[in-house]
């Protein structure tokens, strides 16, 4: 391996001299993006893309609205699929898979690849079904095995003491960051190893997105964690590695404190600045 020049960016990142592997000295790659362009019909949304993302850490992408954060993120678990203009070039590796190959069903990537959306959307069901769900549609029927796992991921969601008494109330009836807290539970329920956020705090208020927060920073000890956010500081604040993306291009990806503080581009520099975005 020789240390990284253009096509692969990424922290720490590495070029290979043959077929990418998922480890450097002393980190793991869990994710790896591999020139990606990405279209909705003939509108190019995303030019020539890699990155890899670091294992147990949290990515946060960054940059102005329509720049494709949200079209980038939704490509590691798929949910692009679902727009019938969508065509991508490249590969998606997680792990060593690539998520993209005919052989791979994608209900069980997205048992590995949950995702938490800007808006919480509960199912109008209980607190205790909501969490159950993914469960429930693997056609697991032992009670006491889902129970456990509710309660496990309540707990891990930082839910449980503020609703254990009660579980079967409607969930549309808890406040929006109770709401998120439940989805990111949800997620947490069926054990995925990657969490894909998009903006998961925007329609939350600021004591709701400490929390969120405080959560997003917990869980990346068991779960490699990709965010979106409008939020610089709240990117400053949680996350490992930046990703600046400026009209579907990838200009700057690195230690979260050194794009914040001593950004290579002048672009990266002028948003982070607030002169532009
Ligand atoms: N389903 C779609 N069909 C056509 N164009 C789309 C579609 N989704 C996104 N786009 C376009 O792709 C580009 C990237 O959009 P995307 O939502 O990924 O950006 P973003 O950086 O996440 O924006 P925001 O911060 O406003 O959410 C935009 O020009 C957008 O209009």
């Known amino acids: 391996m020789e240390e990284v020049s253009s096509g692969t960016t990424g922290p720490k990142a590495t070029k290979m001299k043959t077929e990418p592997k998922l ?26 893309i890699s990155l890899d993302i670091l294992d147990h850490s949290i990515t946060a992408f960054i940059g102005p609205s329509g720049c494709g954060k949200s079209t980038f993120l939704r490509l590691f678990n798929r949910m692009n699929d679902y727009i019938d203009s969508f065509r991508m070039n490249g590969r998606i590796l997680l792990e060593e898979e690539d998520i ?3 052989s791979v069903k994608v209900e069980e990537l997205r048992k590995k690849i949950g995702m938490v959306f800007q808006k919480p959307n509960p199912f109008p069901k209980s607190i205790y079904e909501n969490v159950a769900y993914g469960l429930r549609i693997q056609g697991i029927k032992d009670e006491d095995f889902i129970e456990q796992r509710v309660v496990e991921s ?14 079967d109330k409607q969930a549309l009836t808890l406040s929006g960051g109770q709401q998120q807290r439940l989805c990111i539970a949800r997620t947490l329920a069926v054990k995925p190893s990657v969490l894909l956020m998009d903006e998961p705090t925007s329609a939350l208020d600021p004591i709701s997105t400490a929390k969120i927060e405080e959560l997003i920073f917990e869980l990346k000890k068991k779960y490699t964690i990709v965010i979106v956010t409008h939020n610089m500081q709240q990117a400053g604040r949680i996350s490992d590695n930046t990703a600046f993306l400026y009209m579907g291009k990838l200009i700057e990806y690195g230690d979260t404190q050194k794009i914040f503080t001593n950004p290579e581009k002048d672009r990266t520099q002028n948003y982070i600045t607030g002169r532009f975005g």
């Open 23 to 48: 480890s450097s000295d002393n980190e793991t790659y869990k994710l790896r993006a591999r020139n990606i362009d990405v279209f909705y019909g003939d509108f190019q949304a995303i030019y020539d």
């Open 100 to 102: 993209y190959a005919s």
């Open 154 to 167: 309540l707990k891990q969601a930082t839910l449980y003491d503020e609703i254990k008494d009660d579980l």
